[in-house]
Each structure stands twice: as structure tokens, then as C-alpha cells.
């Protein structure tokens, strides 16, 4: 409508309105940028028990029990799953806006694929390791692969000063 004076004029025209139903709102993006990421660290875990059930089933695991009296390599692995579904279980308490921070998000990203490193290194500590499971059984995680990393590199070290 515009005014001129005391006189009003109309202007009439066509309108184009386009709806696109199918665009995400943002809390469905952030929603959605967090459920990745759980289904992501679902599947790293999963993956972790397969390798290391295939493990527990190995030769190396049944020759490892004729030491170890206490020997139920498939408990170690049941352990192993539930210490990194506790950690997924921490991730799935945040709220879907933490996942919107890049250093919080990247932060969740590295620990779920540290996760299944230190889970691999608990069993594969007790795989070739002298002590018992029951007492790799109660290790945590982190501690289990600090304790491989550093049997690695005191391997690492004879084997360099007996060369």
C-alpha cells in the first residue's frame, strides 16, 4: 500500500513461497552430530570385542591359561566391553550441545578411539604378560595400556643394548 496525500494506492503482485520440509532444524543437527558420534564409539567397541574374542578363542590364549590358574580369557573380554560401555555410557549423559564445542567434541572423538586401544592393550597385557588375569581383570583401561606401553618399551630398550 503507499500513500500519496490523502490518496491510497494498492499494488498488488505475486508471491512465491517455498517451504523445504525436509531442512533440519538445529537442535535436530546437534542432536544428530551427537548420535553419530555414540553410534560411532558403539561400533568401535563392538569391533574391539570381536578382535579380542578371537583372541580369547587363539592359541596364544589357551596356551597362556596353562600358566594361569584362574584362566577365563572370555571374562577378561566381558570386563574389557564393560569398562569402554561405561566410558559410552559417560558420553551419552552429555547434552547434545557439548557436542557443538569443537575442542569437547574432539576430545570425545580421541578418548572413544583410545577406548578401544587400551582395551586391546589390557587383554594383550595379560596375553603375554606373567601375571594373572584376575589381576589384569581389576585394572583400569588407561593403566592396563600404560603398563603395555611401557612393557613395549623396555623390550624395545634390551633389545637395542643386546644388539
Not at 538445529?26 to 553410534?39: I, R, W
Request: aromatic share 4%.
Amino acid at each position: 500500500m503507499v500513500r500519496s496525500g490523502n490518496n491510497v494506492h494498492s499494488v498488488v503482485g505475486s508471491v512465491r513461497l517455498n517451504v523445504n520440509l525436509k531442512v533440519a532444524t538445529c537442535a535436530e543437527l546437534v542432536s544428530q552430530k551427537k548420535s553419530s558420534h555414540l553410534q560411532s564409539f558403539n561400533l568401535l567397541v563392538d569391533e574391539l570385542v570381536r578382535e579380542l574374542t578371537e583372541l580369547a578363542e587363539g592359541p596364544s590364549a589357551t596356551e597362556r591359561c596353562l600358566n594361569d590358574p584362574d584362566c577365563k580369557p572370555k571374562y577378561l573380554v566381558e570386563k574389557i566391553e564393560g569398562d569402554c560401555r561405561a566410558i559410552l555410557k559417560e558420553h551419552e549423559k552429555l547434552s547434545a550441545d557439548k557436542y557443538l564445542d569443537d575442542a569437547v567434541y574432539r576430545s570425545l572423538v580421541s578418548e572413544a578411539l583410545e577406548v578401544k586401544e587400551a582395551g586391546r592393550d589390557k587383554f594383550l597385557l595379560w596375553l603375554h604378560g606373567a601375571e594373572e588375569a584376575l589381576l589384569i581383570k581389576s585394572r583400569l583401561l588407561r593403566a592396563a595400556q600404560r603398563e603395555r606401553a611401557m612393557t613395549r618399551a623396555r623390550k624395545a630398550i634390551r633389545g637395542h643394548v643386546s644388539r
